[in-house]
Structure formats: C-alpha cells, structure tokens
C-alpha cells in the first residue's frame, strides 16, 4: 500500500510563499502522475497542478504563473512551490499519486493565506 505524506503548509500573508512536500513510500508499483489537488470550505476538491513522471505538466488556470510543481523521481516525492499567494489559495492541499489502476490520495495540508 502507498503512503504519502505531506509537509509544508501553515499560514501566510497575502503575496508570500510556501512549498509543499509529498513523499510516496512503500512503492511496490509505477506511479505515473504525482500532484496536488486542494479543497477550500465548502467547495470540491480541484485540481492545482501536477507531473507526469517523464517530466509534463498540467496547472489550473488560477495558479499558474504563480505554482511550480516538480518532482524528484529517485525519492519517490512531488513538490509545490507556491508564489504571490492569496487569500483564495486558502484551502486543505492533498497530494496524489497515480498507479495503473489506482490514485493515492495524502492525509492533505492546511494551508491558510491572510489578507
């Protein structure tokens, strides 16, 4: 079974930043696609961006410009660099990982932006 575990997120001022960490352990399988999905109150869980293993990447359109993900392969662990960040990035922050036939999902990170 896969385990991810995040760190990284706690509270900032508006137009700060944080980084995200998720480290996949107990691989047994290929993971293919690793990223980050976030959930504000009251609202569905979305997409933020994530990584394919041979390097793409997808980001929602309110994040970019300002979001980098990126990945390191040999540690199994997925990163979000988070810029200018505003109130409306408030939400829990889950990490992901993709097998063939399975997404792990991350206990998530509160992160909290102030106005």
């Known amino acids: 079974q896969v385990q991810l575990v995040e760190s990284g997120g706690g509270l900032v001022q508006a137009g700060g930043s944080l980084r995200l960490s998720c480290a996949a352990s107990?691989?047994?399988?290929?993971?293919?696609?690793m990223g980050w999905y976030r959930q504000a109150p009251g609202k569905q869980r979305e997409l933020v961006a994530n990584?394919?293993?041979?390097?793409?990447?997808n980001y929602a359109d309110s994040v970019k410009g300002r979001f980098t993900v990126s990945r390191d392969n040999a540690k199994n662990t997925v990163y979000l660099q988070m810029n200018s960040l505003k109130p409306e990035d408030t939400g829990v922050y889950y990490c992901?990982?993709?097998?063939?036939?399975?997404?792990?999902w991350g206990q998530g990170t509160q992160v909290t932006v102030s106005s």
């Open positions: 992901h990982a993709d097998s063939p036939r399975m997404r792990y």
């Open positions: 107990r691989i047994s399988i290929s993971i293919n696609a």
């Open positions: 990584i394919f293993y041979g390097g793409n990447t």
